[in-house]
């Protein structure tokens, strides 16, 4: 049973991966060395490193024998959801409200309660994100359906 999840995690990274590579380039950015495809790439390889180590680590007989609380697979239920809601939401909202919104729910599924955290933490982050990669780096990031 302690496998399950990190197999689980695996599975997901390798699908992930998968629908990578189905990411459309222009001609101009296929060339590049950074491109769409680099984050996500990045972050799949990740995800399947961490998932296989998690896999692979010696197993003990108290882990076996240990049950894995239904709150927390409740947990990762509504991470999983947020995730695809996130998904969901870039073409229509672009990534910076949905990056915002993902990390709302996220603080919301692990306690936080504070409405200066709820609503800074995620604007901060999409804020520097945004000047990072749209104006120092100056990559194009489409701003949605919703904004178009």
Known sequence: MTRLAPL???AFAVTY???TFTIPLDPFSAAEAINART????????LLAVSLGLAAR?????????EIPLQRWRVLAWHAVAIIGFGVLIPWAGL???LAALLVAGLLIAGERRAWILAG???VTAGLAWLL????????????????
């Open 8 to 10: 689980c995690l695996a």
């Open 17 to 19: 991966l998968w629908h």
């Open 39 to 46: 984050l996500p790439l990045i972050f799949g390889v990740a």
């Open 58 to 66: 010696p197993s003990t007989p108290e882990a076996e024998a240990a």
């Open 96 to 98: 910076w409200i949905s």
């Open 121 to 123: 933490a995620p604007l």
């Open 133 to 148: 990669i749209g104006v120092v780096l100056g990559v194009y990031i489409d701003p949605g359906r919703w904004f178009s």
